[in-house]
């Protein structure tokens, strides 16, 4: 089965983590992606263990069913072929400051010169009508700018930390997919291309505040920010007698199914401090701390039998290591060792999520640094003789 991107061409001019998370969701997706790099490659090829130069595992995992193209922008030959490369494309994204895009010559104003049906899109800081417009970003200071090592400090951390993943790139990117596909779908109606920006600081704003801004939703305000269950430092995975459970006991039927288990069935009723969601939230500290000395007196694969009997919510507490030997994702292969044509045996990631009619799925190994560039020039409609020279004059490069 094609993907239900297939047959769409896009320009990704992205580095490090939001960009190409967003274009390798859209090349599983069945997108033609031409990834253009400078002669130095993207950044996160040099980052972490490798087997060869430039093909390290953080830029492997994000970078996939993709082609690689390098091109020296600040060269006009450069500046040229991307336009030649540009002109066949449906969608360019980039995700450096829109004023970097303007000193390259490759504005929206003049790619639509180039091709009016250009989907243009941009993911960086922030929004360009306020004061931090020309300010670089990245994953940890858009963190902090939203908040999340505050309410990390207010949840029981010992002051602020990060989350300790890259939660604004890639929830970002995700956006950046989403922006994709619906200016793809309004130009299938309209025929109209268009430019388009996602900041980061905005997006994350309203990612993070929509489940914190509580009493301040109201003017007057109705009560102070944060979600308390959420805030409570007692939320966290339950210490048992041998490690630790993640369980969520949330509703009413989850509650007294959890408290008919630990013979406690009646604490519903003689506690109002548990009674209802309500005073449940408003005593959560309380609450959660009575569950973990509960938890204490049992071990891991006792609670996880005898939770997933009661029907409540329950997963075990993985790391990294474990989460590669998980039951479930050996059942359905999530987890898979591929040759790759450079490599070798790496462990590569499946798509998630299942279609009936267009599955996405991995469509090419990651690229080396400049992998498919001579291909990608023919298809411009480079002759041998013109690319030749771009490689003597080092505006591009071919493995």
Not at 154 to 181: H, K, Q
Request: aromatic share 8%.
């Amino acid at each position: 089965m094609a993907g239900p991107l297939t047959g769409v061409r896009i320009v990704d001019m992205t580095t490090v983590l939001m960009g190409p998370y967003a274009t390798q969701i859209l090349g599983d997706m069945g997108a033609d992606v031409i990834k253009v790099e400078p002669p130095s490659g993207d950044g996160t090829r040099e980052l972490g263990p490798m087997r060869n130069p430039g093909m390290g595992p953080l830029f492997m995992h994000v970078n996939r069913s993709k082609r690689s193209i390098v091109l020296d922008l600040k060269k006009p030959s450069g500046h040229a072929a991307l336009l030649r490369i540009a002109k066949t494309a449906d969608v360019l994204i980039y995700n450096v400051r829109p004023q970097a895009m303007e000193r390259l010559k490759l504005s929206y104003a003049e790619l639509a010169t180039v091709n009016p049906r250009l989907i243009y899109v941009g993911t960086f800081g922030f929004g360009q009508s306020g004061p931090y417009a020309a300010r670089p970003a990245y994953d940890d200071l858009i963190q902090g700018a939203v908040s999340l090592p505050t309410l990390a400090q207010l949840a029981g951390a010992d002051r602020p930390r990060y989350v300790p993943c890259t939660i604004a790139d890639r929830t970002v990117g995700l956006n950046a997919v989403a922006a994709v596909a619906a200016a793809l779908f309004h130009r299938e109606r309209t025929g109209e291309g268009q430019s388009i920006e996602i900041p980061m600081f905005e997006t994350m704003a309203q990612f993070v505040i929509g489940d914190h801004m509580a009493g301040l939703t109201f003017d007057p305000p109705l009560g102070p920010s944060g979600y308390p269950r959420l805030l409570a430092k007692e939320r966290r995975p339950y210490a048992t007698k041998d490690g630790y459970v993640c369980a969520l006991i949330y509703n009413d039927k989850q509650w007294k199914s959890f408290f008919d288990l630990i013979d406690h069935a009646d604490i519903l009723e003689t506690d109002p401090r548990f009674a209802d969601l309500g005073s449940r939230t408003r005593h959560i500290d309380e609450l959660y701390q009575l569950v973990g000395e509960i938890f204490a007196t049992r071990t891991t694969a006792e609670w996880l039998q005898a939770l997933d009997v009661a029907d409540i919510p329950v997963m075990p507490l993985h790391t990294v290591e474990s989460l590669l030997e998980d039951p479930h994702m050996k059942a359905i292969d999530f987890f898979e060792t591929v040759e790759h044509p450079s490599e070798g045996r790496i462990r590569s990631m499946a798509v998630p999520g299942t279609w009936s009619r267009s599955q996405p799925t991995v469509a090419r190994h990651a690229p080396r640094l400049g992998e498919h560039t001579r291909e990608i020039l023919r298809e411009a409609g480079f002759g041998e003789g013109e690319i030749n020279k771009l490689i003597a004059e080092k505006v591009t490069l071919a493995p």
